[in-house]
Nanobody
Framework: QVQLVESGGGLVQAGGSLRLSCVAS????????MGWYRQAPGKQRELVAG???????NYADSVKGRFTISRDNAKNTVYLQMNSLKPEDTAVYYC??????????????WGQGTQVTVSS
């Protein structure tokens, strides 16, 4: 079983910054992609940023140039540095990871979510 635990959310004024962290633990052999999604009230969950083990990244158009995803493979941790935050970035942010367990089964896991609120 694989668990993801996020941290770093909170309340910030528009223009401010936050850094989210997500640690994966459990029966992990390898992790392929780690990423961040968000879900605002009344909206569908959407991809914010993803990062493969090979270093390829993709970002939602709405966050390009403001958010940066990075990871520490040795610590099974992914980060999301969020700068120039806007009220429309307000959402619950979820960490996601996929890979293989030590039993060589594929896994896909979600964190419990962390609230980010940006005030105007």
């Amino acid at each position: 079983q694989v668990q993801l635990v996020e941290s770093g959310g909170g309340l910030v004024q528009a223009g401010g910054s936050l850094r989210l962290s997500c640690v994966a633990s459990g029966n992990i052999l390898s992790i392929n992609t780690m990423g961040w999604y968000r879900q605002a009230p009344g909206k569908q969950r959407e991809l914010v940023a993803g990062l493969t083990s090979g270093g390829s990244t993709n970002y939602a158009d709405s966050v390009k140039g403001r958010f940066t995803i990075s990871r520490d493979n040795a610590k099974n941790t992914v980060y999301l540095q969020m700068n120039s935050l806007k009220p429309e970035d307000t959402a619950v942010y979820y960490c996601n990871a996929d890979g293989r367990t030590r039993s060589n089964f594929r896994f896909g896991a979600w964190g419990q979510g962390t609230q980010v609120t940006v005030s105007s």
